[in-house]
């Protein structure tokens, strides 16, 4: 920002050589290397528009960036932005806070530090993306599971089977957790945490004694906060801020349940739940893809103090 007349004289003067205009060219200047060296560039107008930028205030962005402090017309020659469309850009990139108008007949623009107006705009695409992304990767496993929960199905099909009722997909999975020799991916609900707890602590407390890498992902709320202390002395958990699309344990890479709870509450003994058990290996991949990306994305478990009371 500048703070007097003579600072700005002299950085318009640094700015704004005497250029003069030649039609024969069309451009400023003698040599056609003024030309290339203002040139707004495509790839710059479209990535500063995935920004949420429009293709003029785009274009006006970028010809203060490079040639700074100029007035309305200067930016509408080289920006290649309309008379008629510029000052209407204008107004528009000062309330984004992206340049600065300086007093005077007539007006000179600036720009803002790309580091402190730009960059909060990538962090927040970055943050829209990797949303976007989660989303469609819960899309995807919604859609698959569909394929074999949401329908009747054989009990049998092919590497797939059908599990009905909580006590049976619990046995299931206190059986191929005490068989694990690698690796136990669960991921469960809030109250999933407190079945699973009630269930197969013991046997997941095993396993982990023998070597396996068991990792847990759930939401965790007041109510389960406990539990999750708990267990997060004998194995790996990290929060998440809503469940993920499916309920899913996966073991050695070689067995994978997916089951929907019904109801979802604290009771191991009885629900109507329905589970798929498979040993399709590229079903299993997917599911474990998923679990691995969402579980490096997130941090280290930490449950505040007034969690934990």
Known sequence: MLT???TYLQQ??????PIHFCPAEGVYGSSRRVKSRLAVEQKEVASLQRLGLTEYESRIYLVLIKMGPIKASEISFFGQVPRTK???????LERKGLLHVLP?????????SPEQALMPLVTKLSRDVKDSESVVQALSVTYETSKYVKRDIPKETEDFWQIDGRTNVFSKLSE???????SIYYSTTAAGLIRAYKAHSEILDRAKKRGVIVRV????SSENAGVAQQLSEIIEIKQLDKPLKANFASVDSTDLIVLDSKPDDLRTDQGAD?????????F????????????????????PDRQKE
């Open 176 to 182: 191929i957790f005490g068989d694990a020799s690698k």
């Open 4 to 6: 007097d007349s003579a």
């Open 217 to 220: 992902l759930t939401p965790i």
């Open 104 to 112: 005077g007949k007539p007006e000179v623009y600036l720009p803002a």
């Open 284 to 303: 299993i991949e997917l599911y474990e893809q998923l679990f691995n990306r969402v579980w490096n994305s997130l941090p280290n478990l930490e449950i």
């Open 12 to 17: 318009k003067d640094s700015f704004q050589r």
């Open 86 to 92: 510029t000052y209407g850009a204008i107004k528009e």
């Open 274 to 282: 329905l589970a798929v058990w498979t040993k399709n290996m590229l």
